[in-house]
């Protein structure tokens, strides 16, 4: 019991034992044979690209670009360009570069606008979507939803989903608690001034 | 034509969508035959990427024929089997230039920290993705590789992504001659990484999760030890003593931002969204790594913070390696092994779906139900 110099950590290396039971063991222990390494080189057949600089992409409307790039990259997608009042925040989320927060924070909740008014515009609109079928509740009988959480020592299921069960309902009499002593400090007010009226 | 869109967190609908058409001289249509869900599209899937659009399509894993190229394709003609790497690369830049293509600056003005991305938000430049029948494919004579005579197509759709990022997980664990191996997570990316770790010349891999099937399939693929978390006091803990105390030599996170294992990582990284995702894996695989020890990241992160113990970083000298995978440069060598028998991707195929049952294909995924790994959508007309 002692802390040596051997590395202690792994079992005592046999090649030949390691080679019979796995197939292809060493095969890149060979620093040349890996593909990345060194990390940054140059491609030995040429990456396919036959232009210094691509050609630009015409932008089909005025394309959002982070503060952090020179120009607007000359391919960039096309599809789902913004709109609504999603689309106004997302504008005004790119006016902020990538280091900040409220660049990040905007955009998820520029997201969640968009999935409502996405939702609003179906109802009203469109033919609005079932939301039962778009969850995919069906996989739950058709895939084995009970047999594939029970018994499986799944930490959502045995650790997180009774943590945030209990969460939930420690917040929730927190709240009722606060409701009830709010509510009585203003039926003692009511009380106290109609006592002196 | 039909294709995956997004409705909002936890909601995904079949719909007819416009054909994609050529936008770009160098760019061509593909007509996919093959799209699998991986294990990030969830995070789009849960809403925890910022800038996921409602109509959007996901799938960066996908292969399918060519149906159409644009003027100054020269590479490729319409016919062609194709497998395309998740990474959008233009080829030319700083970073494709010195094979970093999953960091190509010339095709997401959405972000500069991150390159191109099929299907996964406008955070990855707002490319639709493959879980549809057609889908735009940019420098169509950088990306997409031929199928090579003999390799299965189901080798060739785990070639997209999920092999090499697993394989360049190890690579970048630097892994030397009988290194003890930790990968966090037995999901396709570290089932992998475990199968390459051998590759590599570990003496010893073991994989972490909870869920135990997955244990069971990664122990019989990968011939490796398995340890369910939820069956030890503490993780971190039980690694050191299983490693006489010194720790693993490398630490992998194939996991990522929905990590369990850790209640305040779960609550505050998924449900308040106050960091970025869980980060339970890494901080286990930084707090159970050897000193001077390698962890190796490519489980995905959202782009603010994290809890993380930055400190024993520093005072345990550990060197942090991460990346997305720059899949094209790694494909000569996996072709190699699969050719050779040493790599089987396509067992790792749990599920085959019809695209019309893209929202349950995704519950079943997201929820792990009925032993899921990996699950591959196919267009109807090829299912059938």
Known sequence: MAYTAEKTNSPKLDRKALEARIQGWGADLDLALRPAVPKEKAPPSGTGAHWIFPERQTPRYERERSTEHKFLTPVFGTVCPPRGLSGVIRKFAYKYSEGRMAHWLILLFADRVDVAESFVRELFFGRPGNVFSEMGLSAEWKRHGLRSRMGQHRSDVTSRFPKELLLVAGLTLTALQLARLVRNREKERYRYFSDAA | ??????????????????????????????????????????????????????????????????????????????????????????????????????????????????????????????????????????????????????????????????????????????????????????????????????????????????????????????????????????????????????????????????????????????????????????????????????????????PTFNMVPIGNVLNKGLTIRANQASVKRHLPRLIEHIQAGRLNPKEIITHRVPLEEVSSAYHMFSSKLDNCIKTVLVPSKLAA
């Open chain 2, 1 to 302: 034509m039909r294709a995956m869109t997004y409705r909002g967190p936890y909601r995904v609908r079949l719909e007819n969508k416009p054909t994609p058409e050529i936008e770009h001289p160098n760019d061509a249509i593909v007509r996919v035959t093959r799209a699998a869900i991986c294990g990030s599209d969830l995070h789009l899937y849960h809403g925890l990427v910022p800038d996921t659009r409602v109509g959007m399509t996901f799938g960066h894993e996908f292969t399918g024929v060519v149906e159409e190229v644009g003027p100054s394709v020269q590479n490729l003609k319409p016919g062609d089997p194709v497998l395309v790497p998740f990474n959008i690369s233009c080829g030319s830049c700083f970073f494709c230039s010195r094979e970093l293509y999953s960091n190509c600056h010339n095709v997401n003005p959405n972000a500069s920290a991150i390159g191109g991305i099929y299907g996964y938000s406008h955070t990855t430049g707002g490319y639709d993705g493959g879980q549809a029948e057609y889908v735009r494919v940019p420098f169509a004579d950088v990306g997409p590789m031929k199928i090579p005579q003999g390799l299965h197509e189901d080798d060739a759709l785990l070639l997209t992504d999920a092999c090499p990022t697993g394989y360049q997980a190890a690579e970048m664990g630097d892994i030397k001659e009988n290194d003890t191996v930790v990968v966090f997570g037995a999901g396709p990316i570290g089932i992998f990484a475990a199968k390459s770790a051998w590759l590599m010349g570990a003496g010893r891999v073991i994989v972490i999760d909870h869920l135990d099937y997955r244990l069971e399939f990664v122990r019989n693929y990968a011939q490796c030890e398995t340890i369910n978390f939820t069956q030890v006091d503490d993780i971190v803990l039980h690694l050191k003593k299983i490693t006489d105390y010194l720790g693993p030599d490398v630490c992998i996170d194939a996991v990522g931002a929905e990590a369990e294992g850790s209640f305040l990582q779960s609550l505050t990284g998924i449900k308040l969204k106050v960091q970025a995702g869980a980060a339970t894996a890494v901080y286990w695989a930084i707090n159970s790594v050897r000193k001077a020890g390698n962890v190796s990241l490519v489980g995905v992160y959202g």
